[in-house]
């Protein structure tokens, strides 16, 4: 059964602080890793996939990478909008067609 | 960029009643995911259909059921609606011929019962 574990669960940055989101993942053949935003009352919103480790992708100040074992999401002086949940989620070659998803990291971004 | 397009946006129902959910894919999208998401929780998923046929199935209820029909629009059906099924109810699309399994999710579709 495919696992992933998110941390921290919320996190508290002043602006400009830069820091990173943790994504631990247990699957059965990786098919992809993937990485969302969701504000509240929204749908996730698409921000990077990953397919093998070593693998690195950058958007504005968003930079996600990936290991066998793991996901990092690096936010580079974050601002009061990069503020929402950020969810990983896994899709493994064999098992379902849906995402497994983590429980998320709640970021908060203080000007 | 066409996104993914559900409604209605909000629902609610009374206990024992029935709803239905429609979901539009990004076009040239032929394959469609459901998920519910409780309050507070990560989305799970329900069910996907790829070209009209039932691709894959996660934790739905009996009580739901879904068809992606020739328009590659989807409906998810829910009956005898109880207090639990309140939720945020997405939908998400792909389109397996470019190399990468992306989901791009729809704004949801809050249902809340009562």
């Known amino acids: 059964e495919d696992q992933v574990t998110q941390s921290p669960e919320a996190l508290r940055l002043q602006e400009g602080e830069s820091s990173s989101l943790n994504c631990s993942y247990t699957?059965?053949?990786?098919?992809?890793l993937f990485w969302y935003r969701q504000d509240p009352g929204k749908g996730p919103e698409f921000l990077f996939t990953?397919?093998?480790a070593g693998e690195e992708k950058e958007k504005e100040r968003l930079k996600a990478t990936l290991t066998k074992k793991e996901s990092f999401l690096h936010i580079t002086a974050p601002k009061p909008e990069d503020s929402a949940t950020y969810l990983c989620a896994v899709q493994g070659w064999g098992g379902a067609d849906g995402l497994t998803f983590g429980k998320g990291t709640h970021l908060i971004i203080q000007p | 960029a066409a996104g993914v397009i559900q409604s209605p946006r909000h629902l609610i129902k009374e206990k024992r009643e029935t709803a239905t959910l429609k979901c539009y894919p990004i076009p040239r999208h032929d394959t469609v995911y459901w998920y519910q998401q409780g309050p507070g929780q990560d989305p799970q998923f329900l069910i996907s259909?790829?070209?009209?046929?039932?691709?894959d199935k996660g934790s739905i209820p009996d009580r739901f059921s879904a068809q992606q029909f020739s328009d590659y629009h989807s409906e998810l059906n829910m009956s005898s609606l109880e207090l639990g099924d309140s939720a945020l109810y997405f939908c998400?699309?792909?389109?397996?011929?470019?190399?990468?399994?992306?989901?791009?999710f729809g704004p949801g579709t809050r249902l809340t019962v009562l």
């Open positions: 259909f790829y070209e009209k046929m039932q691709s």
């Open positions: 998400a699309s792909s389109s397996p011929v470019v190399r990468t399994d992306t989901q791009y």
């Open positions: 699957v059965s053949g990786l098919r992809g």
């Open positions: 990953l397919y093998s």
